[in-house]
């Protein structure tokens, strides 16, 4: 004989099957300068095309790795906690530079004006492409009625993922790291590159970049980036941001954003050899590394592939 579940129990049973529903989404999203710095890398050549900027909902937001709210998170929506990225421009040209322009909406709708420093800088922008194999890091100016504009080096054909990496001064952001992009198409025959093997070292300029750590994912791990050249240690870094090196990384696939904090302390012109990251990759697989340093006033721009556990 049949007897139907009592009231109480059935809403335990579907108070149970959405907590478990709940839990598996959580545990499956967390598994899952010129200023500029950033003329476009030599020989970088260039990648196919990514879907536009896949929105973030707010409550995702504070997810480590998923919302972007803060300089360890993806960075992958144009939209988090109420603040939103928007642009005029879909498109570039290529073969030329090109002026990118873009507004940071607060959650009044209204364009935001007011940004703290990080690393001496109000705004930093990056330009990646989708293959990793083209990248600018630039500190684009401000317009007063909060219109940023960053003077891009020659784009290559492809598609281009452009970040914005701020922190608000007032309002509900005050004080929170905010990463949000949105894609650019750069009409042309574009020709995907495979990503250089992982490795531990790679060169520069005459110099030798080697990374020592092996860092697992979402997990806070150090790491150690040695910098050599013609086989001598080198002692003349001199401080770039406020800090000796900065470091970028990329996911590859979907070109997740992660920002490698330096913890090596400042000192005047005689950075080096060795320098200390605090590194929190969230997710596992190839991450594409761009270190830039500075020696004699000439800014360097390393890259290698690093293996996530």
Same mark, same amino acid.
Request: charged fraction near 15%.
């Given at each position: 004989?049949?007897?139907?579940a009592?009231p109480?129990?059935?809403?335990?049973?579907?108070?149970?099957?959405?907590?478990?529903?709940?839990?598996?989404?959580t545990?499956?999203?967390?598994?899952?300068?010129?200023?500029?710095?950033?003329s476009?890398?030599?020989?970088?050549?260039?990648?196919?095309?990514?879907?536009?900027?896949?929105?973030?909902?707010?409550a995702?937001?504070g997810?480590?790795?998923m919302?972007?709210?803060?300089?360890?998170?993806?960075?992958?929506? $144009?939209? +988090?906690?109420?603040?939103r990225l *928007?642009? /005029?421009?879909s498109?570039l040209?290529?073969?030329?530079? %090109? =002026?990118?322009?873009?507004t940071?909406?607060?959650?009044?709708?209204?364009?935001?004006?007011?940004?703290?420093?990080?690393?001496?800088?109000?705004?930093?922008?990056?330009?990646v492409?989708?293959?990793?194999?083209?990248?600018?890091?630039?500190?684009?100016?401000?317009?007063?009625?909060?219109?940023w504009?960053?003077?891009?080096?020659?784009?290559?054909?492809?598609s281009?993922?452009?970040?914005?990496?701020f922190?608000?001064?007032?309002?509900?952001?005050k004080?929170k $790291?905010f +990463?949000?992009?949105?894609?650019? *198409?750069v /009409?042309?025959?574009?020709?995907?590159?495979?990503?250089p %093997? =992982?490795?531990?070292s790679?060169?520069?300029?005459?110099?030798?970049?080697?990374?020592?750590?092996e860092?697992?994912?979402?997990?806070?791990?150090?790491?150690?980036?040695?910098?050599?050249?013609?086989?001598?240690?080198?002692?003349?870094?001199?401080?770039y941001?406020?800090?000796?090196?900065?470091l970028?990384?990329?996911?590859?696939?979907?070109?997740?954003?992660a920002?490698?904090?330096?913890t090596?302390?400042?000192d005047?012109d005689?950075g080096?050899?060795?320098?200390?990251?605090h590194?929190?990759?969230?997710t596992?697989?190839?991450?594409?590394?761009f270190?830039?340093?500075?020696?004699?006033?000439?800014l360097?721009?390393?890259?290698l592939?690093?293996?996530?556990?």
């Amino acid at each position: 004989m049949f007897f139907p579940a009592r009231p109480t129990v059935r809403r335990r049973a579907l108070m149970a099957a959405g907590t478990a529903a709940v839990l598996s989404l959580t545990l499956a999203a967390c598994g899952s300068s010129n200023d500029s710095g950033g003329s476009a890398m030599p020989g970088m050549n260039h990648g196919s095309m990514s879907s536009s900027a896949s929105p973030t909902s707010d409550a995702m937001a504070g997810m480590p790795g998923m919302g972007g709210t803060e300089a360890g998170g993806n960075g992958l929506a $144009d939209a +988090v906690a109420g603040y939103r990225l *928007t642009s /005029p421009d879909s498109t570039l040209k290529a073969g030329r530079p %090109a =002026a990118y322009r873009f507004t940071v909406h607060g959650p009044d709708g209204k364009p935001v004006t007011g940004f703290a420093l990080d690393q001496t800088k109000r705004m930093h922008f990056y330009a990646v492409r989708s293959d990793l194999t083209g990248f600018q890091h630039i500190h684009p100016t401000m317009a007063s009625d909060g219109t940023w504009t960053a003077d891009l080096s020659a784009l290559t054909a492809g598609s281009w993922r452009m970040f914005a990496s701020f922190t608000p001064d007032s309002g509900s952001g005050k004080g929170k $790291d905010f +990463v949000l992009s949105r894609t650019v *198409t750069v /009409p042309g025959k574009a020709t995907r590159t495979p990503l250089p %093997a =992982a490795t531990n070292s790679t060169t520069a300029d005459g110099y030798t970049v080697t990374v020592k750590g092996e860092p697992m994912a979402g997990m806070a791990h150090p790491l150690t980036v040695r910098i050599t050249k013609d086989d001598k240690p080198v002692t003349d870094l001199q401080p770039y941001l406020d800090t000796y090196a900065h470091l970028t990384a990329f996911h590859e696939g979907d070109s997740a954003f992660a920002h490698l904090h330096p913890t090596t302390k400042v000192d005047g012109d005689h950075g080096g050899p060795d320098l200390s990251f605090h590194a929190e990759l969230p997710t596992s697989g190839n991450w594409r590394l761009f270190l830039q340093f500075q020696t004699g006033g000439t800014l360097h721009t390393a890259a290698l592939t690093l293996r996530v556990g």
